[in-house]
């Protein structure tokens, strides 16, 4: 079975500053996908960033970037130039590739991230 | 863009009513819509697939009578809490996966439903 660890219960940043939430994950699946979500207080799931395993790169998207390290497993979202609204919980997810015949999210248990003015 | 409703958005019940959340794929049809919860301050659990006329897969310990999901059309699915309890009180949460995708993961929530059982 596949599991999503996220270890920092929860984290703050100063505005503009970097921060970056941490997720690990345990699978034997070679194909698959990894997300980072944000579940802002209004509660609606908001797609961060996405990578495909089979990608080597980083995927990027403006202010977010991850760093996938395949072989430990470990995906984590680095976010620049902090803003307030990116204050939210952030949950790091995997899901199954083509073939599984499945393709639910499995989530982590969760940041919660507090930008600070 | 794709978008997914859910109503009532919140919903207060007594114990022991039946309270239905529907769930409604806007903009595009959704063979499967999967049905989670979220209790406060923690992560989203899958309950359930739901899939367009066929039996709803639950996971592990879902309580297949007391959370009934019926997925009638291509763009509606509902879950409807049986004889409900207060410790049901929990957020409700739908995602639909879209028929016709460009990719394998697209996959889009709705909004939530907050149920409340006094």
């Known amino acids: 079975a596949q599991t999503v660890t996220q270890s920092q219960p929860e984290m703050s940043v100063q505005e503009a500053e970097t921060v970056t939430l941490s997720c690990t994950y345990d699978?034997?699946?070679?194909?698959?996908?990894l997300f980072w979500y944000k579940q802002p207080p209004s509660r609606q799931m908001i797609l961060v960033i996405r990578?495909?395993?089979?990608?080597?790169q980083n995927a990027t998207e403006n202010r977010f970037s991850v760093n996938f390290q395949k072989a430990a497993k470990s995906f984590s979202l680095k976010i620049s130039d902090s803003q307030l609204g990116d204050t939210a919980m952030y949950f790091c997810?995997?899901?199954?590739?083509?073939?599984?015949?499945?393709?639910?999210?499995?989530f982590g248990t969760g940041t919660r991230l507090k930008v600070l003015a | 863009g794709a978008v997914v409703s859910q109503h009532p958005s919140w919903v207060i019940c007594k114990s022991g009513t039946s309270v239905k959340i529907e769930c409604r794929s806007l903009?595009?049809?959704?063979?499967?819509m999967f049905w989670y919860r979220q209790f406060p301050k923690q992560s989203l659990m899958l309950m359930a697939t739901?899939?367009?006329?066929?039996?709803?897969?639950?996971e592990q310990g879902v309580e297949k009578d007391k959370f009934l999901i019926n997925h009638a059309s291509l763009t509606l699915s509902t879950l409807t809490v049986t004889s409900a309890h207060p410790e049901d009180s929990s957020f409700y949460i739908c995602?639909?996966?879209?028929?016709?995708?460009?990719?394998?993961?697209?996959?889009?929530f709705g909004p939530g439903t907050r149920l409340t059982v006094t």
């Open positions: 699978t034997s699946e070679n194909n698959y996908y």
């Open positions: 903009d595009f049809q959704a063979t499967t």
């Open positions: 995602s639909a996966r879209p028929t016709l995708r460009g990719t394998v993961y697209e996959q889009y």
């Open positions: 990578q495909e395993a089979y990608k080597q």
């Open positions: 997810a995997f899901m199954k590739g083509r073939g599984s015949g499945t393709y639910k999210y499995i």
């Open positions: 739901s899939n367009e006329g066929s039996k709803a897969t639950y």
